[in-house]
């Protein structure tokens, strides 16, 4: 049956839905300080080409591929092609400003996108807390951003079951027209926020009664963690690559295919 709530994951059996979630995570670091160091524009479309890589090896659905795309849409317009028309309104080039910053800009979102897609696609919300738990990470850190998105779900779920509630009562509620729905808003936010209220009770108390604590020395893994070959060369793929993108950065190595900064 088809899920009325989306979820993030994505359950293929795939490569990268087999490295270790730890190995994962690190990788995500790494190509995220990735796109603060990129010298140019041509270097951060070599990320969305390897974006668009991953996504491919972690079968990510196209129609989530079209979707992180389309919502670039609005900010490749506001960054350079309304610039372009306002250079042409006063007799100017579209072409003659510098389309540098604007160009590396645009690619650094879209290849932000396409890695968190292809990577946290591949992981459960409980292999991501559990990886960060195998980094050291404070248990109350990670039982909160758990706890925080079970609750956004289940958020979701009560909304659906309240909106076919009120449809049974004879309240007609329009989904599919977002501004119509924005009309209903204000009729559903008085039981979305006694369910929010609700559920945090009771979702705080399932999870403590299942053993998970804030104490570190409480914690609890629900997925084995083994760092193995496939992981090591996927984190090492990554530790190389931010090294030879910080020494070109900083005028130490030339790249043939990309083009260093200029001074």
């Not at 972690?58 to 992180?68: E, F, K, Q, S, T």
């Amino acid at each position: 049956m088809k899920r009325r709530v989306p979820v993030i994951y994505n359950d293929r059996d795939t490569w990268v839905h087999r490295r270790d979630p730890r190995a994962k995570l690190g990788l995500f670091v790494l190509l995220l300080s990735y796109l603060y160091l990129a010298p140019t524009w041509e270097w951060m479309l070599a990320m969305v080409a390897v974006g668009f890589g991953l996504a491919i090896v972690a079968r990510v659905p196209p129609i989530w591929i079209g979707a992180l795309l389309l919502l670039q849409v609005p900010n490749v317009l506001g960054i350079l092609a309304f610039p372009a028309i306002e250079r042409m309104a006063t007799g100017g080039s579209a072409f003659g400003g510098d389309f540098d910053f604007g160009l590396k800009l645009a690619f650094s979102w879209q290849a932000a996108l396409l890695v968190s897609a292809s990577l946290f696609t591949t992981m459960e919300l409980t292999e991501i807390t559990d990886g960060l738990r195998g980094l050291g990470v404070p248990e109350l850190v990670c039982f909160t951003l758990e706890y925080v998105l079970l609750l956004f779900y289940v958020t979701i779920s009560d909304l659906f079951r309240i909106m076919d509630g009120m449809k049974v009562k004879g309240l007609e509620l329009e989904t599919r027209n977002p501004i119509r729905f924005a009309r209903n808003v204000p009729s559903l936010a008085v039981p979305m926020f006694m369910s929010v209220l609700r559920r945090s009770n009771t979702m705080m108390s399932v999870l403590t009664m299942r053993g998970y604590s804030f104490r570190n020395e409480d914690r609890e893994l629900r997925h084995t963690l083994k760092f193995d070959a496939g992981d090591a060369l996927l984190v090492t793929g990554g530790v190389v690559l931010l090294a030879v993108t910080a020494l070109a950065n900083l005028g130490y190595l030339n790249v043939p295919v990309l083009p260093s900064p200029t001074p």
